[in-house]
């Protein structure tokens, strides 16, 4: 098995309550996870934190600077036909410098809350995304068929604290 460990970022814009109305997502281009919406993100580089990979990632697939962000997520996921495990951390940002532009990785489009296009995203994400989106921490493992399919087994928990 190869063990990858990577993050998750979706930029989110809030109402004057604090409630959040939309998000970026992006459809990845290439590489792991083509085809698919999702945030920002990647594999954190040599003796680079996974707050300082988020934060790159960003930079480089939105050209986007973040500066108020927290982390919401912890997901350990196994492919078993493509014979990967991987860690996701997964962020919420709320204030950043710069508009979402697209890029050679990623395509960024905002949708309303209510739109999100889940049945073209990770199976799992429809389940832990609503949850993070209410600002809930969430803990969860999956174990895929295989890149982009069906969920075999899954376990997932609201958490107080990572």
Not at 1 to 8: A, G, L, R, S, W
Not at 129 to 150: A, M
């Amino acid at each position: 098995m190869v063990e990858k460990i990577f993050t998750n970022c979706f930029l989110v814009k809030t109402d004057n309550d604090g409630k959040i109305k939309s998000i970026c997502l992006a459809m990845k281009k290439r590489g792991f996870g083509m085809g698919l919406w999702n945030g920002t993100g990647g594999k954190p580089k040599d003796n680079e934190s996974i707050e300082e990979a988020m934060l790159r990632e960003a930079k480089e697939e939105l050209n986007v600077e973040l500066k108020k962000y927290s982390k919401h997520g912890i997901f350990n996921f196994t492919l078993v036909k493509d014979e990967i495990e991987a860690t996701m951390h997964a962020f919420l940002a709320t204030e950043w410098e710069g508009e979402p532009i697209e890029t050679e990785e990623m395509k960024p489009k905002w949708f309303l809350i209510k739109d999100i296009p889940y049945s073209e995203m990770w199976k799992s994400d429809s389940e832990f995304l609503p949850l993070i989106l209410e600002g809930k921490k969430v803990r969860g493992n999956y174990t895929f068929e295989k890149q982009g399919g069906d969920v075999l087994n899954k376990e997932i928990k609201v958490v107080e604290e990572f």
